[in-house]
């Protein structure tokens, strides 16, 4: 097993990859909130299995960030990867507190899962290539907005200069004209 990370810096949320995911696995984010995951859940004291999903094969599915699973889940599931399994040990402030969740979890208990993340998902009613043509979308509406500001600006150039480059015609016929009055007069 690896190291033993402290999620929270207190010892209320510890993880300990059982196993590694691929390097270019995808893990949960703001785009793929929803994730799937197996687990065993233990009681730290008696090491009693309270629940699982190995037993029946099926996953359990939650979105990140929606407050639907003990807090524990919420910080340690964030820093997995798809394909990852981790032990992940919660103390009861990070689990079920003082009231536990009757008739399987007693008050103040530690809690032992055995994690694996098995997919991670967009949220219903988007899609993973929504939210990447989405972005793709605005990013060219940017791009669009500031080729027009160059534009504008490029023209706005051109125009203070040919406004100059009149003036200074303007500016020289005038200079001409000062010039050729006095020539004629002086002799």
């Known amino acids: ?45 008696s090491g009693e299995v309270f629940d699982s999903t190995r037993e029946d094969n099926t996953v359990f599915s939650f979105e990140l960030g929606k407050g639907s699973v003990i807090q524990a889940w919420e910080i340690a599931v964030k820093t997995m990867k798809v394909g990852e399994v981790a032990k992940i040990t919660c103390k009861p402030e990070y689990a079920y507190g003082v009231a536990g969740s009757p008739p399987d979890i007693p008050p ?32 060219e509406l940017k791009r669009q907005r500031e080729a027009t500001a160059a534009l504008k600006e490029e023209e706005k150039k051109k125009r203070d200069e040919a406004k100059a480059a009149a003036a200074a015609r303007i500016q020289a016929k005038l200079e001409s004209k000062k010039g050729g009055k006095g020539k004629g007069k002086a002799k």
Do not use: Q, W
Request: net charge negative.
């Open 1 to 45: 097993m690896s190291e033993t990370i402290d999620l929270t810096g207190n010892g209320g949320v510890l993880k300990t990859i059982v196993k590694h995911a691929k390097a270019n696995a995808d893990a949960p984010t703001d785009d793929l909130p929803l994730v799937d995951v197996h687990y065993e859940g233990t009681l730290a004291e």
């Open 108 to 139: 103040d208990a530690t809690l032992i899962f055995e994690v694996e993340l098995v997919a991670c998902k967009p949220r219903k009613g988007s899609s993973l290539g929504s939210v990447s043509e989405e972005r793709a979308r605005l990013e």
